[in-house]
């Protein structure tokens, strides 16, 4: 991809459309892997779209010919540009939560920005999420991203989002609620990183976090090398291996046999996989395990016992079958009584982008910080 390629993309998609009076608000989790954006309109607090993208972007190649690519549009996104990918530079803009590169994260915000139907000149407010560990740069350079595509921003840790996400209606509570603000470990699965975080009722902070890079990447990768450990022929993909760990993943020996069918020159072959799988699935498990109890121990000796009921799974990762009981199961026999550990399940993509939503609309006029345009 060439500069003048990227610079025709961003500038193509900047037109002003028809601006409207009352200014939208945005909820955005800007993650390595996915995207999820809501917008809402401030006054009324109506949600008017949420869109969960792969977060890639994908420039075409110098002399591509045209018909290829679908309008011979110089730049696609998410989902069109993964099934185009041949004839593309494929880039994630984001890696470990933080931008990576910024004109592709120019270009993929803007692109968010059309598909939530934002019209251009509207004052848009944008409340994302960052990772709590996050340092000064890292902000700084989503205000940088951000600028000139939205007017106003509140920067907020993700795993503080994902409780407000998690926070039940004020009628729907039982006695026995505590509310994940106040009191919650919340573990993030995601792609490259795992996030398990500490949340007492204050903006956590790198201190209040343990992250690791044992997530889902690094499952797909451990699973390769065993498969190819046990099948040296079978040129096995990490894609074929995602795959296989999303439609098959489990923990605890709970399964004692997979059979994946795999392409091995140019026949189909169904290979035994269960090893593998569960192998792999359990090393996160145990390194999950590992931070949260870590976490524990560092809490409040006063808050633990509420601190224990509310223990939560989230991001891809949480959808392993059996994670939440097994962590659950093992947090108990090392002597944390009443624990209780829940996944999120599939609400995880826009669980971030929702709580905030609900930052952006309790957000004081003050707390909104002003881009330059
Ligand atoms: N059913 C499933 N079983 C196991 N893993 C899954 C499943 N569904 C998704 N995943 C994994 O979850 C990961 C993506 O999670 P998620 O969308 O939360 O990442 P992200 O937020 O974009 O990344 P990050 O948090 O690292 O920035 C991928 O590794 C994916 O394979
Ligand atoms: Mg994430």
Request: charge should be negative.
């Amino acid at each position: 991809m060439t500069t003048t390629a990227r610079k025709t993309a961003t500038k193509a998609k900047t037109k002003a459309g028809p601006a409207k009076s009352s200014p939208l608000i945005v909820g955005l989790d800007l993650g390595t892997n996915t995207t999820c954006i809501q917008v809402a309109d401030q006054q009324s607090g109506k949600i008017l779209n949420t869109e969960i993208i792969p977060s890639i972007v994908g420039y075409t190649t110098e002399g591509i010919l045209p018909g290829i690519i679908p309008g011979d549009s110089k730049v696609l996104f998410g989902q069109m540009a993964i099934k185009y990918k041949l004839h593309l530079n494929l880039v994630q803009p984001l890696k470990e939560g933080v931008v990576s590169d910024m004109d592709a994260t120019r270009d993929f915000l803007i692109h968010l920005k059309e598909i939530a139907n934002i019209p251009q000149g509207q004052e848009t407010r944008a409340v994302i999420g960052m990772p709590a560990n996050a340092d000064a740069a890292s902000r700084e350079n989503v205000r940088l991203a951000v600028t000139g595509i939205f007017d106003k921003v509140i920067l907020i840790p993700e795993p503080f989002l994902a409780a407000l996400g998690s926070r039940e209606e004020k009628s729907l509570l039982k006695d026995s609620y505590v509310d994940p603000v106040c009191n919650s470990i919340f573990v993030d699965i995601g792609a490259g990183s795992t996030d398990v975080c500490l949340i007492q009722g204050y903006y956590p902070s790198g201190d209040d976090q343990i992250s690791f890079s044992i997530a889902g990447d690094a499952v797909d990768n451990a699973i390769q090398e065993e498969i190819l450990a046990k099948y040296p022929d079978c040129q096995i993909s990490i894609s074929k291996c995602r795959e296989i760990k999303e439609k098959h993943s489990f923990v605890q020996g709970a399964k004692s046999s997979i059979l994946a069918p795999v392409m091995i020159g140019g026949k189909i072959k169904k290979l035994e996989v269960a090893e593998p799988v569960g192998t792999a699935c359990d090393t996160l498990l145990n390194k999950v395990y590992e931070a949260v109890r870590q976490l524990i121990v560092r809490a409040d000796p006063d808050s633990i016992p509420d601190l224990l009921k509310n223990i939560i799974v989230t991001g891809g990762g949480s959808n392993i079958k059996g994670f939440d009981k097994a962590l659950q199961s093992l947090l108990t026999e090392e002597g944390f009584e009443g624990c209780s550990v829940l996944s999120i399940g599939e609400e995880y993509k826009s669980h971030v982008a929702s709580g905030a939503m609900k930052a952006a609309s309790q957000a004081k006029e003050r707390q909104w910080q002003n881009l330059l345009s």
